[in-house]
């Protein structure tokens, strides 16, 4: 991830519809596979080893999971419909800052 940020940062972007396309559908692609795994990783290594503590911790880690997406539904919903007219806000540097995950 990092060397495509210093590519983007090298290259730059031609104009804004290609700044907002490599926003919206290419690294998303490629981070979403990233967040997933560490996810999955971070909560298999923090997971207890008796069934009932793992049970709580896991409907604890749904819940947070579920609290994420409850945050995050406005932006969800706008992504999901493929909608543009926000795109610029949401998908140009510098124009607007998305606290996800």
Avoid: C
């Avoid at 999971?65 to 510098?94: I, Q």
């Amino acid at each position: 991830m990092s060397e495509v940020k210093e590519y983007v940062l090298k290259r730059g972007f031609k104009n804004v519809n290609e700044e907002i396309r490599f926003f919206k559908y290419q690294k998303p692609a490629i981070l979403a596979k990233l967040i997933y795994y560490n996810a999955i990783y971070k909560i298999e290594t923090k997971k207890p080893y008796r069934a009932k503590p793992i049970r709580k911790y896991l409907n604890k880690e749904l819940k947070k999971l579920n609290r994420f997406f409850d945050n995050n539904l406005d932006f969800y919903k706008y992504y999901r419909s493929n909608n543009s007219f926000l795109d610029e806000s949401f998908f140009v540097r510098g124009n607007h800052d998305i606290k996800l995950w």
